[in-house]
């Protein structure tokens, strides 16, 4: 992909107007904004109100712009070892997926904090471009979740994108997530729960001329959602995959890979963090704590007919 599909699509963290900010939060009645109206709806402390308010939101999860990635390989059935985390340019490429075909599944949504409080219904949208023979089709799919702060939605293996078709140069895959308080909008969502979307996108070798009518209204849905009242897009990542060496690429192979959302990259060494099969979970090494971020964790496979 040569520019991001979710490009028109504006999360709160690229905000950099901290009025648009506060009305999109009142809007949504985020509770730490509204106690922060209450406490200071007199004109003597609109200036401390203020103050607080751009204090609250520059170190909340959902304002951090940045996505570090990590990678965890595949292991042996029954197995119960701590897994390593790795950042995906460290590994090893899969040449044997080259010109080959793939599932993309989704194996964890975590929401640490998005904006609004209580329990959030979370739009997530996967794009990528199905590689054919003689071209190719930009192909997207969503699915929505609802999930408490500090939880993980209730899935694990959903299946995204079923028989993927891989090129010789890699893999592109884009993310969103958008937060839809608006109670008319929930209804949209209810659609996208029936049966048909249940199974993922199912891809040929050939083109398939529904393709390209169902990807323009997935993300004409996903954009008009967006920018609705009450609703926001929290986060937003791209990772190109490769099979080349340069340091600072990502690889493409089997195994799980991770968008944790940050302030920094440099936040998180994945030194210091393990997957545990036994408790399904990425902890610290030293005090089995949990990732305090919102992240998103999609596994790649490899097709089989």
Request: hydrophobic share 40%; charged share 20%.
């Amino acid at each position: 992909m040569l520019s991001s599909v979710f490009e028109d699509i504006k999360a709160i963290s690229e905000s950099e107007d901290p009025e648009w900010i506060a009305a999109k939060l009142q809007q949504m009645k985020d509770p730490d904004v509204q106690s922060i109206v209450v406490g200071h709806s007199n004109l003597e402390g609109f200036d401390k109100g203020i103050l607080e308010f751009l204090n609250l939101i520059q170190d909340q999860p959902w304002m951090y712009a940045t996505h570090k990635f990590g990678y965890i390989a595949p292991y042996n059935s029954g197995s119960i070892q701590p897994q390593p985390i790795k950042h995906p340019s460290a590994i090893q490429p899969d040449n044997s997926l080259k010109n080959n075909r793939i599932n993309i599944r989704l194996d964890r949504l975590h929401i640490e904090k998005y904006p609004g409080g209580g329990t959030h219904n979370v739009l997530i949208t996967f794009a990528v471009r199905n590689q054919l023979a003689n071209t190719q089709e930009s192909v997207s799919f969503s699915q929505t979740y609802r999930v408490q702060e500090r939880q993980s939605a209730g899935i694990a293996g959903y299946p995204v994108f079923i028989g993927l078709n891989v090129g010789s140069q890699g893999l592109a895959f884009e993310c969103s997530t958008v937060n839809v308080k608006n109670e008319q909008d929930k209804t949209i969502l209810a659609a996208l729960e029936s049966s048909p979307f249940q199974s993922g996108l199912k891809l040929l070798t050939t083109t398939q001329p529904a393709i390209a009518p169902f990807t323009e209204i997935t993300l004409g849905v996903v954009k008009l959602l967006a920018q609705r009242h009450e609703n926001v897009a929290v986060q937003k990542f791209y990772l190109g995959l490769d099979f080349e060496d340069s340091a600072m690429g990502c690889r493409l192979a089997e195994g799980n890979y991770i968008a944790v959302q940050v302030a920094d990259e440099t936040v998180i060494d994945w030194n210091k963090w393990i997957y545990k099969p036994e408790v399904g979970a990425i902890v610290h090494k030293a005090d089995n704590s949990q990732l305090p971020y919102n992240y998103v964790i999609f596994r790649i496979s490899r097709y089989e007919e």
